[in-house]
């Protein structure tokens, strides 16, 4: 941290190791005691020391889904997110799974310790890459999705070829609207249609509406205005602000 200036470590399989005890004669099967006072105390420390150091950008990514470990850390990732929550996308209407992830992230924020950020992705190191899983659109429908709602993005190796411009878009728009990056998140009191996911993102006195179509065909509102034809990335037209 003082000599490269790297903000900080992702801590590795912090919430306990996989791997059998490599001593046979110790009778437990697992070595690891990330689960334990000890292996948090281990992330305590991390952190302070990064925190000395770099009191404002400073940081400790934990890779745990656990509450536990995100006491300790500034961020854990959404495991959940990336292999469940998502892949109703491929196995159900894209009506049904958009209501349910609405209230399921509605239900997320409250669950965990306050101030708790998660790291939003949609592949990793662990996984098969999601233009396999999902198809291209809707690949960049969900990145959108993750820079959108509340966390923090992961853009995995080359998960970018192919979608660059989208991508950058993407984050230029997380960049330009404050909102975006810390803001509250309401995801249920914007109606939008079937299929459409919505969420009003507040910050201050700034406001933006995120509109993103799973669909892969126009979405139609009330009023006659359309919404973008494929699952890509939002255009500035499905943007409000006041």
Known sequence: VREYDIDGYRVDA????????????????????????????????????VKETKPERGAILAESNSDVQGAVSDAIYDFDFCYSILHDLR????????????????????????????????????????????????????????AFIPGIPLVY????TGSQREFQTIFRLRKQFPELNGGSAD????????????????????????????????????????????PTIPSMRSWRRD
């Not at 306990?16 to 992330?43: C, D, E, F």
Request: net charge positive; with cysteine; glycine share 8%.
């Open 91 to 146: 196995k159900r209407p894209a009506a049904a799974v958009v209501q349910d992830l609405r209230q399921w992230l509605h239900e997320q924020e409250p669950a965990g310790p306050a101030g708790l950020l998660r790291l939003r992705h949609i592949e990793s190191h662990d996984s098969l890459r999601s233009q396999l899983w999902y198809g291209l659109q809707p690949q960049r429908a969900l990145m959108a999705l993750s």
């Open 14 to 49: 912090c919430n306990g190791s996989k791997i059998p005890n490599w001593n046979p004669l110790i009778p437990y099967a697992r070595a690891s005691t990330a689960k334990l006072q000890g292996g948090l105390n281990m992330l305590r420390g991390l952190r302070r020391a």
């Open 187 to 230: 995801y249920l009191s914007v109606p939008a249609p079937p299929g459409v996911f919505s969420c009003l993102r507040r910050k201050g006195t700034n406001r933006c509406l995120v509109l993103i179509n799973f669909n892969d065909t126009r979405a139609i509102f009330a009023n006659g205005e359309s919404v973008w034809m494929s």
């Open 157 to 160: 190796h080359e998960a970018e």
